[in-house]
Structures are given as C-alpha cells and as structure tokens.
C-alpha cells in the first residue's frame, strides 16, 4: 500500500487494527520527532540513548491510545506524548538521583515515602494537565498494540510487563500480578527500552 497517500490518522488506524507496514510506517516516519525532542532534555547519568528510548515509548502510547474523534490531530497527540514521556523520566531519574540508574523507570512509584494516599509520580507530573481529556485517555485504555512490530522483538513476558507499564501500574503491582520479583520486572522493562532503541 502507498502510505504517502494516507494522513497519519489513517495510517495509525490501519496500525492498531494489525497492519505492520502501516505501523512501521508511521513510526519511521516520527522518529526524527522523537530524536529531535531528545535532544531539548538530559538524564544525569544516562546518554543520549536513554532519552530516545523514553520517547519511542511515548510514540508507543500515543498510537496505542490516539482518538480520531477528537479535534487534535495525531502529530499534535504524539509530541505531547513523546514530550510527556521524557519529562517524566527525567523527574523520577531527579529524584532518585543517589538509586542506580535504572530505577528510574517507575511512572507509578509514591512521590514520597511517607505518603498515605500513594499519590504516584504520574500524579503529580500530570497536575492540571490531567483535567484534559487527551491526558485521560493515555491512563484510561488498555494496551493496544498487538499483532504489530513489538510482537516480532519482544518476548511474551516482557510484552506483557511494557503493557502493565505503560498503563501506570507499580513494580510491586506488576511483580505481583506475574509472581515476579521487582527486580526481575526491573530487568525486563531495561531489555525493552534496548529492543526499542533498535527501532529508533
């Protein structure tokens, strides 16, 4: 199929319902988005790598969870989902700045470890942003992306423990849920973030 001819909403479309040229498409056509927002933003500790990694899960999400009925076309929701991914990471990779480096990762750890009501880093990044629909539905749908690209590098599990990871949920949640130590989870979402470099 020519692509050319298609708008990106008709490509991501295509995408998401198992088309794999269409997904390779689009996502070849927006890692020059992703490499250019990585380099506005810096991990202490980390390279450059790192950040496109964060990014290229950002362009995961906003496949997965683009609405063509709203008024925002996709590039619009995919910079705000790239940009949101990697401001995240560098504000958990801030805070836990004296942890090794790759506990960075969590989107769902408390901000503080005293805190009762277990308000997530997510939360708080989020703030007023959340108020917006676009911002609700990255939390709210469900894992999206089957039959496509990251069923051809990522393993079952590790699919598996991104999808639980993209959707917010905690290491101890996740550990739990696959009866799976913290650290094993840890490891597994460090091969995905590798795999996807590849991609970009």
Do not use: W
């Not at 990251?150 to 590790?158: A, Q």
Request: hydrophobic residues 40%; contains cysteine; aromatic residues 8%.
């Amino acid at each position: 199929m020519n692509y050319s001819i298609l708008s990106d909403e008709e490509i991501v479309i295509l995408g998401r319902s198992g088309d794999k040229a269409a997904l390779e498409h689009i996502m070849s056509e927006y890692k020059h988005i992703v490499r250019q927002k990585a380099k506005d933003y810096f991990i202490v500790g980390a390279d450059r790598d790192d950040i496109v990694q964060e990014g290229m899960i950002g362009l995961f999400k906003a496949i997965r969870d683009f609405d063509n009925t709203k008024l925002s076309s996709f590039k619009t929701f995919a910079q705000m989902c790239i940009k949101r991914q990697i401001i995240t990471a560098i504000k958990t990779a801030t805070r836990q700045k004296h942890m090794p480096l790759n506990s960075y990762v969590s989107l769902s750890k408390a901000v503080f470890d005293d805190d009762t009501t277990e308000r997530s880093l997510l939360d708080t990044i989020a703030g007023a942003e959340s108020l917006d629909p676009e911002y609700r539905v990255v939390e709210k749908e469900s894992f999206f992306i089957t039959k496509n690209k990251i069923d051809e590098i990522l393993s079952e599990f590790e699919v598996r423990v991104l999808q639980m990871y993209v959707d917010g949920k905690s290491y101890r949640d996740i550990s739990a849920q696959l009866d799976r130590s913290p650290k094993s989870i840890d490891n597994a979402l460090q091969r995905v973030k590798r795999k996807i470099a590849g991609i970009a």
